[in-house]
Each structure stands twice: as C-alpha cells, then as structure tokens.
C-alpha cells in the first residue's frame, strides 16, 4: 500500500513563502509522476504542479512564476514551494502519486495565507 505524508502547512502571511513535502513510502521513480493538487474553500480541487518521472516540470497556468516543485530522491520525496503567498494560494494541498491509471493520494495539509 503505498503511503504519501504531506508536511509543511501552517498559517502564513501575505508576501511570505512555504515549502510543502510529500513523501512517499517506496521509491518515487516507481510511479509516472508526482503532483500537488489544491482545494481552496468552496472550489473544486485543481491540479498546481506535476513533476514528472524524467523530471519535466508542468504548473498550472496560475501557479507559474511563484510555484515550483522539485524532488529529491534520495528521500523519495517531492517538494512544492510558493513564494511569494497570496490570500487565494489558502487551501488545503494534496500530493498524488500516479502510476497507470491509479492515483495515490496523500491525507492534505493546510495552507492558510492571512494577515
């Protein structure tokens, strides 16, 4: 059963920045791409940024220039940082672990950006 633990929320002000972690309980290079997925209150949970397993980068279109995502490897884990945070980035953030076309979710972590 693979695991995924997110890390790395809190409440933040406005300007400020975050680093989120997932990581994951087997090698990472075992699924097709690693992702974070945010849901922000009352909004459907949208997909911010996918790493893929050769290390290509996509990022939504509003989360380009201030998100980036990035691995390491040795850790089997996935980082997604946000600088800098705006009111809207408030949400609760969800890695996923794709391989095939099964999609492993970890349990969220809160992100609050408020002064």
């Known amino acids: 059963q693979v695991q995924l633990l997110e890390s790395g929320g809190g409440l933040v002000r406005p300007g400020g920045s975050l680093s989120l972690s997932c990581a994951a309980s087997?090698?990472?290079?075992?699924?097709?791409?690693m992702g974070w997925y945010r849901q922000a209150p009352g909004r459907q949970r949208e997909l911010v940024a996918t790493?893929?397993?050769?290390?290509?980068?996509d990022y939504a279109h509003s989360a380009k220039g201030r998100f980036a995502i990035w691995r390491e490897n040795a850790k089997n884990t996935v980082y997604l940082s946000i600088y800098p945070l705006k009111p809207e980035d408030t949400g609760v953030y969800y890695c996923?672990?794709?391989?095939?076309?099964?999609?492993?979710w970890g349990q969220g972590t809160q992100v609050t950006v408020s002064s």
């Open positions: 790493m893929h397993v050769d290390g290509r980068e």
């Open positions: 087997e090698n990472i290079f075992n699924f097709n791409a």
């Open positions: 996923v672990a794709v391989r095939g076309s099964y999609d492993y």
